[in-house]
RNA sequence: GUCCGGUUCGUCUAGGGGUUAGGACACCGCCCUUUCACGGCGGCAACACGGGUUCAAAUCCCGUACCGGAUACCA
């Protein structure tokens, strides 16, 4: 029989990072054994369930871009069938009326009025004593008819126990007595949760139920309903939890957007980063290994591999440079400066849309990439790619857009910092940074005369008619008695400059990218140089607007 | 309370009778360097506790502690 597991999130809210890990162990485990990954949307739950938290999940699953095959169920649509199911139970014998009236809801704090209560029936009562569990049918039927009401309750066998092997956490066993008579149908009619699963399960043909770890006991319940609806159990396979640091439960209510998986999408994370990460809270291949694409994650996935203990999700509250856990954020910036251009590029192209600095010329260079420059892609036996970034010679073909995002993206942490720290090199519109002022410029007053200077410097040495062209239109070859614009010649003149003025090459090096880009850190100036061009160059040097602020 | 599960550096983890207990992130130091990263080198740092079994226990067994989950006419 084919393998066919399925996600099951119930639509009450944002899609939360522990639930997109289990949709992820689904997907890779039915890929891996070359199943299928199917999707459920639990909205039995008329009052919480919203259209927009379906949307929210859809959007973060596509995110992750972990596509499920065939449609989407949505488990309301099923509510006769299980009503049905627990009818025929009724008739079966197998389940009882409960003529109980409901108990009014205590309005506070539902977890603890539960354990409260469970506290007080230790020892009065068992779980098996139900009044109505053995009425007559004759009577129950009557008072049914009646228009009592009445809730339908699982009749659990009084003695014996459930069983079931669990792929993670091992044989698992449950004696009767400890599961109550759990309520299939409530009083007004409506499925209750444990029941809708296992209809749904056995309607899907689910062979592997893959979950959170919260379910282990609702999974002895779920055992007893397969077993008295005459089916057998699909096998289950239980995942640890995500919890917060200290331990706590990992929920919005305490910790915010941190729990929330589109957080990580509008903060600049790479889909293939963050799945990655996730991946490896709670499994691991058994081998000294960070970096895995999702065609490895899928080849080596095992049940072995998943943990039983809980992970916690480090991150700092209050701390900017944390705020969310370092080794995501490090896997992040891994998969910026590594990936390849090819892939990373759309990325760019999103986020600079969004900031409004994209421009439309930038699609011309990107068009015939893909085939162009596999080289950064070669990835080496370790999973990581060979070469970091692309050199001249592979590059000097390519525009200026290109060589840019390269160049800016060594040291950049999340897709955001392409239009944050990297604003300078895609518009004329960006801020100085007053430590970085404070530091390069303001620390030597000298630089107020000697970058214009300087600028006079650059504009006779690489000037001349080439100035009325934007810089990127630039040829490389110089004109006859005229430099080219480029690092070589660059430096050289620099050098010339600073040794004529007495001072030290960091002092221009630095001034000069504060003025060229409004931060003290970047990548080597001579390439900022180049890449900003000519022309910008000039102007940016020339510039009060640094100084005057 | 009861039932179930868990416990290796701060965090993610490898290892499952004999290891100097390995790696990654974070942190610290040095090198590289015009800055900041990257990279390289190095450092800090862990088997929850107590018994047992064994020549030998982080590893197997039993307790204890602590943590987590469940205990709904929620999902």
């Known amino acids: 029989m084919s393998v066919r ?29 070359g199943g299928k990954f199917l999707l459920r949307i639990e909205d039995t739950d008329l009052a919480r369930s919203t259209e927009e938290s379906t949307r929210s999940i859809l959007d973060g699953l596509a995110w992750l871009e972990l596509k499920h095959d065939e449609e989407i169920v949505f488990q309301s649509d099923n509510a006769d069938k299980h ?29 603890e009025g539960i354990a409260e209560r469970a506290r007080a029936a230790q020892g009065v009562k068992n779980m098996r004593d139900n009044p109505f569990r053995e009425l007559l049918s004759e009577e129950s ?14 009749k659990v066998p009084l003695a014996g126990k459930t069983s079931f092997d669990d792929k993670v956490y091992g044989p698992q066993e449950r004696n009767y007595d400890d599961t109550e008579d759990l309520v299939l149908l409530r009083s007004d009619g409506h499925p209750l949760y444990n029941l809708a699963v296992v209809c749904d399960d056995i309607e899907m043909a689910i062979t592997h139920v893959i979950r959170g770890q919260d379910h ?87 049940f072995d591999g998943i943990h039983r203990s809980n992970a916690i999700f480090n991150f700092r509250e209050n701390d900017p440079r944390h705020w969310t856990d370092d080794k995501a954020l490090w896997m992040n910036a891994e998969y910026i400066r590594t990936m390849p251009l090819a892939e990373l590029l759309p990325l760019v192209k999103a986020e600079l849309k969004s900031a409004k600095l994209w421009r439309e010329e930038y699609d011309q260079e990107s068009i015939a990439l893909s085939a162009d420059i596999p080289s950064t892609a070669d990835l080496g036996a370790d999973g990581r790619p060979e070469t970091v970034a692309l050199d001249n010679r592979q590059i000097g073909s390519h525009g200026w857009y290109i060589k840019t995002v390269d160049l ?45 200077q300087l600028a006079d410097r650059f504009e006779a040495e690489f000037g001349g008619t080439e100035m009325l062209k934007p810089a990127r239109e630039q040829g490389r070859d110089s004109q006859p008695g005229q430099l080219a614009f480029t690092e ?62």
């Open 216 to 302: 282990l006991t609702n999974t002895h319940k779920q055992v007893l309903i397969y077993e008295a609806l005459g089916v057998t159990p699909p096998t289950f396979a239980h995942l640890p939890l995500i919890m917060a640091p200290g331990k706590g439960k990992l929920s919005k209510r305490k910790h915010g957007e941190i729990v929330s998986l589109t957080t990580y999408r509008d903060a600049g994370f790479v889909p293939a980063a963050f799945r990655n990460f996730l991946a490896l809270l709670g499994w691991s291949a058994g081998e000294e290994k960070e970096i895995y694409s999702l065609e490895e994650l899928i080849e080596k996935f095992s």
């Open 83 to 111: 009503r049905a199911a627990a009818q025929r139970l009724l008739a079966e014998g197998k389940a009882y009326r409960d003529f109980t009236p409901k108990a009014e809801p205590t309005d506070q704090n539902v977890k």
């Open 5 to 33: 597991v399925r996600f099951a999130p119930s639509p009450t809210g944002y899609l939360h990072i522990g639930s997109a890990r289990s949709a992820l162990f689904n997907y890779l485990y039915a890929r891996n054994v």
């Open 408 to 452: 800016i993206r060594s040291r950049f942490f999340t897709l955001k910092d392409f239009s944050l720290q990297g604003r300078a090199y895609f518009c004329e519109d960006f801020d100085f940074d007053p430590a970085a002022v404070a530091k390069n410029l303001t620390k030597f007053p000298e630089l107020r005369e000697w970058l214009p």
């Open 141 to 154: 039927d009557r008072r049914a008819e009646a228009q009592e009401p009445f809730a339908i309750r699982l």
């Open 488 to 549: 070589a010649y660059i430096e050289t003149v620099i050098k010339a400059f600073t040794e004529e003025k007495g001072t030290k090459l960091g002092v221009i090096m630095n001034g000069a990218r504060t003025l060229l880009t409004g931060v003290a850190v970047g990548p080597s100036m001579l390439s900022v140089f180049e890449v900003i061009g000519l022309e910008r160059t000039i102007s940016r040097l020339r510039s009060q607007l640094a100084w005057n602020q």
